[in-house]
């Protein structure tokens, strides 16, 4: 059973900078690709940011480039995101999502979520 939990959610101003985190379990992590949510009230989920099994190769929304990084530790079965330049219209609850497989640019290719964290950016 997969599991992911997110971490490192929380109150941040705007400008300010926050790092989530997500523990995986239940499946071989370096097997698959991996990737980030968010959804705001009222509004869909979008996927952020994504990065191959490996690490080498990532995808982010036009909306995240340059002030979001995803990482992995493939170790320590660990998700990251390092978000900066935080802004009000960031707030939403963050999810930590799996691949079913190998693809990570597209939001039908996740299978599996996390609970979310909730991120509140003040202005």
């Known amino acids: 059973q997969v599991q992911l939990v997110e971490s490192g959610g929380g109150l941040v101003q705007a400008g300010g900078s926050l790092r989530l985190s997500c523990a995986a379990s239940?499946?071989?992590?370096?097997?698959?690709?991996m990737g980030w949510f968010r959804q705001a009230p009222g509004k869909e989920r979008e996927l952020l940011a994504g990065m191959s099994w490996g690490g080498g190769g990532t995808y982010y929304a036009e909306s995240v480039k340059g002030r979001f990084t995803i990482s992995r530790d493939n170790a320590k079965n660990r998700l990251y995101l390092q978000m900066s330049s935080l802004k009000p219209e960031n707030t939403a609850v963050y999810y930590c999502?799996?691949?079913?497989?190998?693809?990570?640019?597209?939001?039908?290719?996740?299978?599996?979520w996390g609970q979310g964290t909730q991120v509140t950016v003040s202005s």
């Open positions: 999502a799996q691949s079913g497989g190998y693809g990570y640019k597209l939001r039908s290719e996740y299978a599996y």
């Open positions: 239940g499946r071989t992590f370096n097997n698959y690709a």
